[in-house]
């Protein structure tokens, strides 16, 4: 497949270090050396469906396709207000689709591996033109009095319109299964046969081992995945890595010994914001049109699960 459009919506409250500072034991002091980040973009008045709806109709817009064009619509969600329809049911709506909605809950990496459902049906002959919006609000998953991960996330969605083509070149999906190193629990309805005990956890994460886990394999699915497709480091223009956190970007860049000109950041205006932030960056840089045609764009991303991929992409 091919990249024709993308979008992004981010929301209008913007809450800076010092505001947290207001109400949390932290600083733009102990935040911008360990994380990059400078401000996030937090849902205030706004629901989250509408960003994605946002986000899709301008990826839309720049394909030049419609909703009716769309043979399958593919949505990147961790947590939002719907238990069920699936959130790329609600979106579909605000947008008129008709075809297949699916949602799927790969945390941070998940434009990477919508992108892989895409390609595969398309290989498989059965679309020819998917929607993708990666739509997250991790800012709702957090304990809000906990410091240790209330300052690292933003919320946003990113959207992305694939058609017939032959530039993906490569994709690659891990997982090191590890559900207690970054995960939160909700309460369901209770039954009048419950008798276990159950208990609503905000967000827990293991930020060290996170760090370290981010970092390898990153670095990891890169290298090997150039190398399966014959392809070296002198050939990529960009690396699209997950905007998690400068620290992790600036370890994945040594490692890897690439330029800072290769690595676009929006991390100090955004913060994590799960699976929206590969597309959300995909989308700011190509509407400043830092691409041309040719170019050769590494996406890697990781997250919960733990689950990392990593995607070539010809522009
Ligand atoms: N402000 C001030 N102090 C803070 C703080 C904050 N926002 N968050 C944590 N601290 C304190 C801790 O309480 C601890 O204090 P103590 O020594 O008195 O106990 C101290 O800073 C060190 O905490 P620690 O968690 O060891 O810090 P760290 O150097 O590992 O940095 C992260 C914390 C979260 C920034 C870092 O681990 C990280 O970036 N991890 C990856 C997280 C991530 O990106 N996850 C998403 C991947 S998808």
Same mark, same amino acid.
């Given at each position: 497949?091919?990249?024709?459009?993308?979008?992004?919506?981010?929301?209008?409250?913007?809450?800076?270090?010092?505001?947290?500072?207001?109400?949390?034991? &932290?600083?733009?002091?102990?935040? %911008?050396?360990?994380?990059?980040?400078?401000?996030?973009?937090?849902?205030? /008045?706004?629901?989250?469906?509408?960003?994605?709806?946002?986000?899709?109709?301008?990826?839309?817009?720049?394909?030049?396709?419609?909703?009716?064009?769309?043979?399958?619509?593919?949505?990147?969600?961790?947590?939002?207000?719907?238990?069920?329809?699936?959130? /790329?049911? %609600?979106?579909?709506?605000?947008?008129? #689709?008709?075809?297949?909605?699916?949602?799927?809950?790969? *945390?941070?990496?998940?434009?990477?591996?919508?992108?892989?459902?895409?390609?595969?049906?398309?290989?498989?002959?059965? %679309?020819?033109?998917?929607?993708?919006?990666?739509?997250?609000?991790? &800012?709702?998953?957090?304990?809000?009095?906990?410091?240790?991960?209330?300052?690292? =996330?933003?919320?946003?969605?990113?959207?992305?319109?694939?058609?017939?083509?032959?530039?993906?070149?490569?994709?690659?999906?891990?997982?090191?299964?590890?559900?207690?190193?970054?995960?939160?629990?909700?309460?369901?309805?209770?039954?009048?046969?419950?008798?276990?005990?159950?208990?609503?956890?905000?967000?827990?994460?293991?930020?060290?081992?996170?760090? +370290?886990? *981010?970092?390898?394999?990153?670095?990891?699915?890169?290298?090997?995945? @150039?190398?399966?497709?014959?392809?070296?480091?002198?050939?990529?223009?960009?690396?699209?890595?997950?905007?998690?956190?400068?620290?992790?970007?600036?370890?994945? +860049?040594?490692? @890897?010994?690439?330029?800072?000109?290769?690595?676009?950041?929006?991390?100090?205006?955004?913060?994590?914001?799960?699976?929206?932030?590969?597309?959300?960056?995909?989308?700011?840089?190509?509407?400043?049109?830092?691409?041309?045609?040719?170019?050769? #764009? %590494?996406?890697?991303? =990781?997250?919960?699960?733990?689950?990392?991929?990593?995607?070539?992409?010809?522009?």
């Amino acid at each position: 497949m091919k990249i024709i459009g993308t979008g992004s919506a981010i929301p209008s409250k913007v809450v800076t270090n010092d505001m947290l500072s207001e109400f949390l034991d &932290t600083s733009d002091e102990w935040i %911008v050396p360990r994380t990059g980040i400078k401000s996030r973009h937090v849902i205030s /008045s706004e629901e989250l469906e509408d960003l994605g709806i946002e986000a899709c109709r301008k990826a839309l817009d720049m394909s030049g396709l419609g909703p009716q064009d769309i043979d399958y619509f593919i949505c990147s969600n961790v947590v939002n207000e719907y238990a069920t329809p699936g959130l /790329s049911c %609600v979106i579909g709506a605000g947008l008129g #689709l008709q075809c297949p909605c699916i949602d799927i809950n790969c *945390a941070c990496p998940g434009f990477i591996y919508a992108m892989d459902i895409a390609e595969a049906q398309y290989r498989a002959g059965r %679309v020819k033109n998917v929607l993708i919006v990666c739509c997250e609000e991790p &800012t709702r998953m957090c304990d809000w009095t906990d410091r240790s991960t209330s300052v690292l =996330f933003g919320d946003g969605a990113g959207a992305a319109v694939l058609t017939a083509g032959d530039n993906i070149k490569g994709i690659s999906l891990h997982c090191e299964p590890a559900p207690d190193k970054i995960w939160q629990k909700r309460l369901m309805q209770p039954t009048p046969y419950i008798t276990k005990e159950e208990h609503e956890t905000p967000l827990q994460m293991k930020g060290r081992e996170v760090f +370290k886990f *981010a970092v390898n394999a990153s670095t990891r699915d890169v290298e090997a995945l @150039l190398k399966s497709v014959g392809m070296s480091k002198e050939d990529v223009s960009f690396y699209m890595v997950h905007q998690a956190n400068a620290r992790i970007i600036d370890a994945i +860049k040594q490692y @890897l010994e690439e330029p800072d000109g290769k690595f676009p950041s929006n991390i100090a205006d955004h913060g994590n914001s799960s699976s929206a932030s590969c597309p959300i960056l995909l989308d700011e840089c190509n509407r400043k049109g830092l691409f041309k045609k040719g170019d050769i #764009l %590494v996406f890697s991303a =990781f997250g919960a699960g733990l689950l990392s991929g990593a995607a070539i992409v010809e522009w």
